[in-house]
């Protein structure tokens, strides 16, 4: 009798995984490669003076040959850009279904380009264009600018995009969960979803100093400690956070921002947000934005809330897990109604749809959260 040879079974996730890999170390390479072109290198470094720029020197190259737009706007004197993708054409006069995306602080689009890119299905035949916001002097296209250390004029950027861009679903990560959250409250109309993932910004107000203390007390760590704190595994995923990411945590312009935050720039618990449902997605291990947190969205905005954790995923789920993030995304924009799949689990459940008049409700503690 033959014997049937026994294979492994299948790991979308860490098929995704290596295939990022693969792409990080060829760009790693070509880097490489054109930093050492004698003839024309000292020329190339005068525009673009580190390896953070040259790759987003690429990726901009590649995105304007994808269809891809850069519009430059200004709030005050900070110069940034708002990046928009059309998925399809729309017919005259019909109302464009647009994903508006805030990043986190110091992040780059091209670090959601993995997560993006495993979506584009499911972003396709929801919206009509995708758009995502840049800030300056963080690891993005316009990393060569000056950061910006104010908390309103981050919110004046948000306000002003949604305000000539109004969003469908509106969704940020970390610091641009936030910034999303506070301007889904204050938004004049009802859009359909808000979507936090991994969210700052909804505390308590003691905990509200004790956080800021730890965002500055952080910049004290070395690279390995702060990735303890960032992703599950620093092992697997640390090479994707090098020295540069160290190097911007490290800005005075952090404290800086830090001491701009006051009082009335945090989501306030007991205003509704102009949605219809909310979307909280967190990684499980999250020790940079505690994965707790939940709590403080479940027990303010439960009746209206999904929320989900990911397995085995700490602070930055578009690079430790995109596979997995993109299908909670799928999940949440689809309206399912499982309650666990490869990677995540449901631990609440909306019962209700915000109609633009009623207050939000306490619902108690989530499930499966110690």
């Not at 014997?3 to 990022?20: I, R």
Request: aromatic share 12%.
């Amino acid at each position: 009798m033959s014997q049937q040879k026994q294979t492994s079974p299948f790991d979308p996730n860490e098929f995704a995984e290596w295939m990022l890999e693969g792409l990080r170390e060829t760009l790693k390479y070509r880097v490489r490669q054109t930093l050492s072109r004698d003839r024309w290198v000292e020329a190339v470094k005068a525009r673009i003076p580190n390896q953070n720029q040259v790759l987003h020197f690429a990726l901009r190259q590649a995105f304007e040959r994808a269809g891809t737009r850069f519009e430059e706007l200004k709030q005050g004197d900070a110069v940034f850009y708002v990046i928009r993708k059309a998925l399809r054409e729309v017919p005259p006069g019909e109302k464009i279904r647009r994903l508006v995306f805030v990043p986190g602080l110091g992040d780059s689009p091209g670090s959601w380009l993995p997560f993006f890119t495993l979506s584009k299905g499911e972003l396709t035949r929801k919206f009509d264009e995708v758009l995502v916001i840049d800030f300056p002097g963080y690891m993005g296209f316009l990393s060569h600018h000056e950061m910006v250390s104010s908390m309103e004029i981050l919110l004046g950027v948000v306000r002003m995009v949604c305000q000539l861009y109004p969003p469908s679903v509106l969704m940020g990560h970390s610091l641009g969960a936030w910034l999303a959250g506070k301007t889904a409250q204050q938004f004049p109309q009802v859009i359909d979803q808000f979507i936090a993932i991994a969210p700052s910004g909804l505390i308590t107000p003691e905990e509200r100093k004790i956080f800021g203390d730890f965002i500055v007390r952080n910049q004290g760590l070395t690279l390995e400690e702060l990735l303890e704190l960032i992703v599950y595994d620093p092992k697997k995923f640390g090479p994707l956070l090098n020295r540069d990411f160290k190097d911007f945590y490290e800005r005075p312009s952090i404290k800086n921002f830090v001491d701009s935050v006051r009082d009335e720039h945090f989501i306030d618990g007991s205003q509704p947000f102009m949605a219809r449902k909310i979307t909280v997605i967190w990684g499980d291990a999250d020790r940079f934005v505690p994965t707790h947190w939940v709590r403080n969205w479940i027990e303010s905005y439960g009746e209206y809330l999904d929320a989900y954790l990911l397995k085995k995923t700490g602070h930055i789920p578009q690079m430790e897990r995109p596979m997995v993030t993109s299908k909670v995304l799928a999940h949440a924009l689809n309206g399912d109604r499982s309650n666990e799949g490869f990677g995540w689990t449901r631990i609440q459940t909306r019962r209700n749809e915000f109609d633009g008049a009623r207050q939000p409700e306490s619902s108690g503690s989530p499930r499966l959260l110690k």
